[in-house]
């Protein structure tokens, strides 16, 4: 293990522990014991399939989106769109899905879906990075604003289009196009989870592996550095960014390929920023982001089985004060790097 590796270890669990004590001092301000209710938390999650499934169902999610974080960031480049990345993924999955004949097998139909979703995603994630590279525009500030611009123009084309019978959700994707259920108590866990280790997989053999890899690494660190040993940072970094936003994407398939089978209203909202949380828990690195999105996904599917004893306001706090752990533990990583 190296030294950096170690750092970068100890920063997560420092973040990790750091966010426990502030979630445990919020039990204490509504007058519970966190003791009593992190074991019941862990007690409740391992016993019940369905909260065991469900803790999975949303990992998967936060795996995807949190790999597309922890890509942006590894190019020195912050993308806040995941959320509009992956609300137009879903949306793309969806209108093919319910496009496709019922009689579409899975072998054309899902492949197809996940293309589409991935596709869309990728656009967006592409046009934010070369808006990035082309004009100087704030990465920041233009995900911010195709957010708002994607739940806005989502929300028209489902009036207009999608929804049916005065609901906020459309018709039913083809069958073939549906992911499988893993059968965890009735939990929503469903065959997804294979893509977002794949991509896990992928990234990691990218990142650690290739020259290319080593490329995207070396302009997160010093573009200029970069650019002096002949590497295209601007193509880079739009590259980058496209990967970033089709990873997003790919959220379709676990929130509507995996579980709903329709598209509906936000179905994805939310996703994209705790992301981020999940991207900075997991030091970029993929396998990181893996073992974040397990430990959001079990704060978040764990905490409402807990609403008997706390509310569930305060479970949805808790990924807010993780990327704000994480933020205050990297300082203590570059005052460590800086000394060495």
Known sequence: MTVRTRRELQAAAMALLASMAVGSVLMLIVGKSPGQVWWAMLSRTATEPYVLGT????ATGLALTGLAGALALDAGLFNIGAEGQAAVGVLGAAVIGTALPGATPAVIAI???????????GALGAAIGGLRVTRGANEVITSIMLNAIVAGVTLYLGNRFIFRGGTTTGAAIAPGAELPQLGIGGSPANA???IAAVAVAVMW????????????????QSPEAARATGIAVGKVQTLLMAGSGALAGLVASNVVMGHKHVFEEGLSRGIGLQGLAVALLGRMHPVGVA????VLGFVSAGGLVVSDLIPK????????????AVAATEAWVRRQEAAS
């Not at 803790?55 to 949303?58: A, D, E, H, M, S």
């Not at 053999?205 to 997160?220: D, N």
């Open 313 to 324: 306001e305060l479970v949805e706090l808790l990924p807010g004060v993780v990327m704000l």
């Open 111 to 121: 492949p197809l879906c996940l293309i589409v979703a991935a596709a869309a995603g």
């Open 205 to 220: 053999w990218l990142r650690s592996r290739t020259t290319w890899g080593q490329a995207w690494r070396a302009v997160g």
């Open 55 to 58: 803790v999975l169902y949303r």
């Open 291 to 294: 073992a974040a999105a397990l």
């Open 192 to 194: 997804s989870i294979a």
